[in-house]
């Protein structure tokens, strides 16, 4: 399998138990769209996969925002040694990640709670995929970042659009990495994040 020519044989243990309990419970649970489950490897976990080379390896705190399946936060946490917290509000998402988590042998902590409110110590990486547009995921963000940490989200074609309105509200550092997985596909690694002073208020 392409997606996992380049990880260790644990990591692909790991991932492939990670799977089959994601097949099994999506006929109960829309975890993944019916339409996509035959990409599931390619569109789902090998795209959340190119994140785990951008992690700091030694344990480095990770929050991944609006977990759903596991993408990417479930992946990364298969694939590398960061301590990962997922944060789920959908409590049978959050179930399924807790019982795949055990299952794939990895630890983490699912945080079941809105996002808005989530309680969780800041970290120095902060992960997305297919949640919602970047000024609002910068918002949800810099609640969970440390002051020196970096935001990894996984965008579509609408990435240069989404940075330009967020730029409104954000001053940001920007690198753009192109996707492995979708040919329209952007990783945008995010740094130095603070928000536009309104004048009005100086």
Partial sequence: MAVLADVSRETRERLEQYADLLLRWNAR????????????????????LQLASLIPPGGVDLVDMGSGGGFPGLVIA?????NVTLVESDQRKAAFLREAARVAGVKVRVCAQRLEVADVPPAQVVTARA?????RLLAWGTRF?????????LKGRNAEEELTMARADWHMATTRIPSRTNTDGVILELSDIRRVRDHNNE
């Fill in 29 to 48: 649970i829309n975890l993944v769209s019916p339409h996509d489950l035959p990409h599931l490897w390619s569109r789902h976990i090998g795209d959340s």
């Fill in 78 to 82: 298969c694939a590398t040694d960061a």
């Fill in 131 to 135: 949640l919602a547009p970047l000024s």
């Fill in 145 to 153: 970042l440390q002051p020196d940490g970096v935001c990894l989200f």
